[in-house]
């Protein structure tokens, strides 16, 4: 006896719902309150989604900064007040997003292996990467 969905959606679009469905609960599980704003930066060539609250971590920046120190990033792509929605063109101008370094660290190592068959050539290199842990505390 075949297997039938649960939902009257084709097989494809029947795993977009479950993907959409997955990353509603992972913004849900991240902290994002999209009731009282939210907004969507861009730092370290990578976009973040936060609001006020929520600990992320980001690639490293430069300018010897300490734990305890305030960041304040300028390039924000969109911005969200629970009321009104504003896109940048790329940035908005006037919006900024607050932080507090929480911690100055290093990820997990990760091996890197080169090997050639045959030929006796086997190279193995080690990486941490060094990483920023903030807080956001406020969107203007």
Request: charged share 35%; no cysteine.
């Amino acid at each position: 006896m075949p297997r039938e969905l649960t939902t009257n959606l084709p097989r494809r679009q029947a795993g977009d719902k479950r993907l959409a469905t997955k990353k509603i609960k992972e913004s849900k599980a991240r902290g994002i309150n999209k009731d009282s704003g939210f907004a969507v930066i861009a730092t370290g060539g990578k976009q973040y989604l936060v609001s006020a609250g929520n600990k992320i971590r980001i690639e490293k920046i430069k300018g010897g900064l300490k734990e305890g120190d305030s960041l304040t990033f300028d390039k924000v792509l969109l911005r969200d007040n629970g009321k009104e929605t504003v896109v940048g063109d790329p940035y908005i101008s006037d919006a900024r997003v607050d932080a507090k370094l929480l911690k100055i660290g290093r990820a997990k190592k990760i091996n890197v292996v080169h090997y050639k068959a045959k030929s006796r050539y086997y190279k193995k290199y080690g990486h941490r990467q060094p990483f920023f842990e903030v807080e956001i505390t406020e969107i203007f």
